[in-house]
T-cell receptor
Framework: DTGVSQDPRHKITKRGQNVTFRCDPI?????LYWYRQTLGQGPEFLTY????????KSRLLSDRFSAERPKGSFSTLEIQRTEQGDSAMYLC??????????????FGQGTRLTVV | GQSLEQPSEVTAVEGAIVQINCTYQ??????LSWYQQHDGGAPTFLSY????GLEETGRFSSFLSRSDSYGYLLLQELQMKDSASYFC???????????FGAGTQVVVTP
């Protein structure tokens, strides 16, 4: 396994269109996270999963954002009716967590979304 | 709420030592992590402090003082490849959710 992979790496879409991103985590990892990063800022938490269960969705996210992790493997992040403010790098990360120990997160290269 | 503050940029020469400070305000957290991100790259984990004190990993060390709401990342024997952005991040729950600072860009010059 070569790490967390995300597809596509780049996406340009027109305002109002729907987009879907895919994340394939490291295979044995039970936690999967989505973050969003804009230029000059740190990653911002969007949502995360323990296996197939979605644990929390950021209150900053509108209802246009939805994420799934069917069967606890890959995950998809969908943005409906995209707006220019959605332009950002969308990062996926995974981790293998034991109890409350260090949660080293392994990040993918991200999907850069540009809404025009 | 929670917030983290770190300097926006630090410049140093090869071979030098750089300390990146991170101050935070939070009602509770599990630990403080540090991540490195090169331009166009993925954030990569460097270090984690759950308890007060110093953690050393090769040329990088991280420190946490919960009583002072303060931590730092120490980069020793700077190399050109260390030019990157460095983020401190609070682990805010037992599930691994991270809250990141805005990042410190480290520029290493010859």
């Amino acid at each position: 396994d070569t790490g967390v992979s995300q597809d596509p790496r780049h996406k340009i879409t027109k305002r109002g269109q729907n987009v879907t991103f895919r994340c394939d985590p490291i295979s044995e990892h039970n936690r999967l996270y989505w973050y969003r990063q804009t230029l000059g800022q740190g990653p911002e938490f969007l949502t995360y999963f323990q296996n197939e269960a979605q644990l929390e969705k950021s209150r900053l996210l509108s209802d246009r954002f939805s994420a799934e992790r069917p069967k606890g493997s890959f995950s998809t992040l969908e943005i409906q009716r995209t707006e220019q403010g959605d332009s950002a790098m969308y990062l996926c990360a995974s981790s293998l967590v034991h109890m409350e120990s260090n949660t080293e997160a392994f990040f993918g290269q991200g999907t850069r979304l540009t809404v025009v | 709420g929670q917030s983290l503050e770190q300097p926006s940029e630090v410049t140093a020469v090869e071979g030098a030592i750089v300390q990146i400070n991170c101050t935070y305000q939070t009602s509770g957290f599990y630990g403080l992590s540090w991540y490195q991100q090169h331009d166009g790259g993925a954030p990569t984990f460097l270090s984690y402090n759950a308890l007060d004190g110093l953690e050393e990993t090769g040329r990088f060390s991280s420190f946490l003082s919960r009583s002072d709401s303060y931590g730092y990342l120490l980069l020793q024997e700077l190399q050109m490849k260390d030019s990157a952005s460095y983020f401190c991040a609070l682990q805010t729950d037992s599930w691994g959710k991270l809250q990141f600072g805005a990042g410190t860009q480290v520029v290493v010059t010859p």
